[in-house]
């Protein structure tokens, strides 16, 4: 099945940073989301990106499927944006998610 | 529009027991799929309900079952619970593409 890496593991920032989070998908893919998990576990979905650019407010996603990486940018960041943000891609005939191992933010005030 | 409702939110089982888990997913979506999230293995698929039909299985041993009904409402049975079974599971929905999840139901078991 399809791997699913992302990168940092861990991120460490101040308020008012600026983050790119990576994922890095072993085949091409038709369903790729972001998510985030709050402290109290809920997986928030951020982003349906199998391609494309999108933006939300102070997130964007950019997905390069030919490339097979997916960004997510977190401008100005806030201590409500600390928690782990997964990336979940499926391919070919499974429409069903892979999980990364996600990467861990702590936003420090 | 109501999100996906997992009931119970926290449970607390002995070894050996069984354990069923509720989710009602989103109105209109047909698919709920079911996953188990632990610090170890991370987020690990378990199954895949469609029209009460289960479409897809993740690699989980026969210990853990689900249903789907009518009202595409989901059930997922955990028996003869161990203590590695000790995890959120989570329940998402979707209309077909992306997943919507459910605030989970974190079982402990001891």
């Known amino acids: 099945g399809i791997q699913v890496e992302q990168s940092p593991p861990d991120l460490i920032l101040q308020e008012g940073a600026n983050s790119t989070l990576r994922c890095n998908f072993s085949?091409?893919?038709?369903?790729l989301q972001w998510f985030h998990q709050n402290p109290w576990g809920q997986l928030i979905n951020l982003f349906y990106?199998?391609?494309g650019t999108k933006q939300n407010g102070r997130l964007s996603a950019t997905t390069v499927a030919t490339e097979r990486y997916s960004l997510l940018y977190i401008s100005s960041s806030q201590t409500t944006d600390s928690g782990v943000y997964f990336c979940?891609?499926?391919?070919?005939?499974?429409?069903?998610?892979?999980f990364g191992r996600g990467t861990s933010l702590i936003v420090h005030p | 529009k109501a999100g996906v409702t997992q009931t119970p939110r926290y449970l607390i089982k002995t070894r050996g027991q069984q354990v069923t888990l509720s989710c009602s997913p989103i109105?209109?979506?047909?698919?709920v799929s079911w996953y188990q999230q632990t610090p170890g293995q991370g987020l690990q698929f378990l199954f895949e309900?469609?029209?009460?039909?289960?479409?897809n299985k993740g690699n989980f041993p026969g210990r853990f079952s689900g249903r789907q009904f009518s009202n595409s409402r989901s059930e997922m049975n955990v028996s003869t619970l161990e203590l590695g079974d000790s995890a959120l599971y989570l329940c998402a929905s979707s209309p077909g593409g992306g997943y919507t999840f459910g605030s989970g139901t974190r079982l402990t078991v001891v």
């Open positions: 979940a891609a499926a391919s070919g005939g499974s429409y069903i998610p892979t």
């Open positions: 109105s209109g979506h047909r698919s």
């Open positions: 085949d091409s893919v038709n369903n």
């Open positions: 309900y469609f029209s009460e039909t289960q479409r």
């Open positions: 990106i199998p391609s």
